[in-house]
């Protein structure tokens, strides 16, 4: 896992070995064991690597990494989990090796297969690679865009491509500025952009997951998509039972081969279900007699810890552990450090969100000081099971419409259970009237806005009326940035083409961004089983009541794991998710920057937002001593990190 750069110039400026190194080091984080940097003899073409070491710990494997012909180039951000039986395959067709990396791997099976490579891998990357003979750039990335690649495109200059977008304010001559559409599409809907090929930033864009780009030395580049998951969808499995069992199994290979490792390795537990499966999993192969390249550090679990508040679930990740046996390190916030790590991570972070990243970025850091270098996490059941409300809610509108009435009142059973008791009332007619189904129990539509009035601050009607051209989010509204169609033809034959657009496009990406920035701050390398191609390609083939039905999301998921773990933790509805306590940070620690932040010229002046009219919602908040409630607090930080980064340009 690494931080890895590159630039390819074609306009007569040759790159200089401290015009790639600054540009590189802006990664230093990322790869805090080593560097490595390469430049063409014509000095057209630049490469760049932060190293952190995984597999195969000696300078052999050190990057920018050359091919035993020295035909290619590569640097390159990931790991290729099934290295070993490629290696096998490759050594069988004459490859000779000198490491014990994946990296090696990858450029051996580059040579050998080309871009056909790429649907053999089962892991997650990002690479470049250059070709010396036909003096091309290839940029690729993985299936789900698990690990990410931005590109910076300057037209009749260069392009150049990095892991993080603050790099490219590294780059000599480029000044960065915010692109005032999608800065403002990112602040309304900060899930939005990252799966869509875009970001807040003129001419910065993500190479979109399972693509490749391919430029050479005059500048001509071309784009194609390597993998579509809808193309890849397997027959239905014959009952529940056969499902439950093939599932297992795949899931249990999953973490095998992510827990190879030659650095200890943990993982990060909430105590929800996601993180517990991978725990529990993690923990049985770890006591079997045999391992596959593990270290002797892999044990341990670490939890973040908020006391006294809503979103702490410390608790239940000592009852995972306790009924395991294993040990579990709580992370404890400091109130007191709370202000400037906000500010500072959010910079670093470089990217709009509903709330801070520092739940994960003191998570990791810790594991980072206890010499932990893997952490194995539970990120994805809730975009591939029905784990978010509004999934739940749409899947029980379609089996309205469809007249399956006793599988919608199941799934409306679910829904209200991802909620408190005491909100069931409100959320049962809050999920009847965003349908406009209604009837002599059910709201109407005028009633339905009341209700959404009540979640949505005030100040947010008028808050962005200073961009006039901003798009009206709508559904139709993704389609003018959207370059996916799958998931149309998707919704053609199933009925969870929300879940399949939010896994592909929507929430994933976003997450998948979330936990590479959060993690990677720390030089902590994040691994993901339900990622693994084999089990998102499985659970989009088979029906949706095996994931969500007989009152539970996650259900398929649920019965794998209740052989290893307690029904507190397998029977769990009620969804808290890795999220900080916005609410007691807005009322507490944030309180005094909050209020100075709503008066500086800059954010009042602002091109973006109607600053003055958020100044005068904060501060009636502020003076009224009522506490913020959560949507507030989610509505208000996308515009305040958005302030933060911008100032920092």
Not at 34 to 53: F, M, T, V
Not at 112 to 130: D, E, H, Q
Not at 460 to 480: D, E
Not at 568 to 591: A, H, S
Request: charged share 20%; net charge negative.
């Amino acid at each position: 896992m690494c931080g890895i750069a590159g630039i390819l110039r074609w306009d007569g400026v040759s790159i200089s070995k401290a015009m790639i190194a600054s540009f590189t080091d802006s990664l230093e984080h990322r790869g805090p064991d080593g560097k490595g940097i390469w430049i063409a003899e014509n000095s057209k073409i630049g490469l760049g690597h932060r190293r952190l070491a995984i597999l195969d710990l000696t300078d052999a494997a050190a990057q920018p990494f050359h091919d035993n012909q020295s035909r290619y180039v590569l640097t390159y951000n990931g790991e290729i989990f099934n290295f070993p039986d490629l290696k096998k395959e490759l050594e069988g067709i004459g490859c000779i090796f000198k490491t014990d990396s994946d990296t090696e791997v990858l450029i051996n099976a580059w040579a050998a297969w080309g871009v056909n490579c790429l649907r053999k891998f089962n892991g997650m990357w990002a690479f470049g690679i250059w070709d010396k003979i036909d003096q091309t750039l290839w940029l690729c990335r993985d299936r789900y865009g698990v690990k990410p690649l931005y590109t910076l495109h300057e037209s009749g200059k260069f392009l150049a491509f990095a892991s993080e977008t603050q790099a490219f304010k590294h780059i000599e001559g480029y000044n960065r500025k915010a692109n005032p559409e999608y800065l403002n599409i990112a602040i309304q809907r900060p899930f939005a952009l990252e799966g869509s090929g875009k970001t807040a930033f003129q001419n910065i864009h993500p190479l979109i997951a399972g693509h490749w780009m391919k430029i050479d030395i005059n500048g001509n580049c071309k784009t194609q998509r390597w993998w579509n998951t809808c193309d890849e969808l397997l027959p239905a499995p014959n009952s529940y039972q056969e499902a439950l069992e093939t599932l297992d199994e795949l899931f249990t290979d999953a973490c095998r081969i992510r827990m190879r490792s030659d650095v200890p390795i943990t993982s990060a537990l909430s105590g929800g279900v996601d993180s517990s499966a991978v725990f529990s999993r993690v923990w049985k192969i770890g006591n079997e007699q045999t391992h596959d390249r593990l270290h002797e550090r892999w044990s341990s679990a670490f939890t973040a810890s908020f006391p006294g508040t809503q979103f702490d679930e410390t608790e239940y990740a000592r009852i995972v552990t306790r009924h395991l046996g294993a040990d579990l390190l709580e992370v404890a916030y400091d109130p007191l450090k709370i202000v400037d790590r906000v500010i500072s991570d959010t910079i670093r972070f470089d990217s709009v969100y509903l709330v801070p990243v520092t739940v994960g970025t003191v998570l990791y850091q810790a594991m980072q000081m206890a010499g932990i270098r893997v952490s194995l996490d539970g990120s994805g059941p809730d975009e591939l099971m029905y784990g978010y409300p509004h999934l739940v809610a749409d899947a029980w509108n379609k089996m309205k419409s469809i007249g399956n009435s006793e599988y919608a009142n199941d799934i409306e059973n679910t829904y209200l259970n991802l909620f408190k008791a005491e909100e069931h009332n409100q959320m049962r007619l809050g999920l009847h009237a965003q349908f406009n189904l209604t009837d002599k129990n059910t709201p109407t539509r005028t009633n339905a806005q009341k209700l959404y009035d009540q979640f949505v601050p005030s100040f947010i009607k008028n808050a962005y009326r200073k961009y006039t051209n901003a798009p009206t989010l709508t559904p139709s509204w993704y389609n003018h940035i959207i370059t996916g169609q799958d998931v149309f033809n998707y919704s053609e034959k199933h009925a969870e083409a929300l879940l399949y657009h939010e896994f592909h496009y929507g929430y994933m990406p976003t997450i998948l961004r979330n936990f590479d920035r959060a993690t990677m701050m720390s030089g902590i390398e994040s691994r993901m089983p339900f990622m693994d191609y084999r089990i998102v390609n499985y659970m989009f083939s088979m029906p949706m009541e095996y994931k969500l039905g007989s009152g539970y999301t996650k259900r398929i998921l649920r019965d794998i794991i209740r052989k290893d773990l307690p029904p507190q933790i397998t029977d769990r509805t009620w969804k808290v998710g890795f999220n900080p306590p916005m609410t007691e940070w807005f009322d507490g620690p944030l309180k005094e920057w909050l209020a100075d932040t709503v008066n500086e010229k800059s954010f009042l002046e602002s091109e973006f937002w109607n600053g003055k009219e958020i100044q005068k919602y904060t501060h009636q908040k502020l003076s009224s001593n009522t506490s913020w409630h959560i949507h507030e607090c989610m509505t208000l930080w996308p515009v305040l990190s958005s302030h933060l980064i911008l100032k920092s340009r």
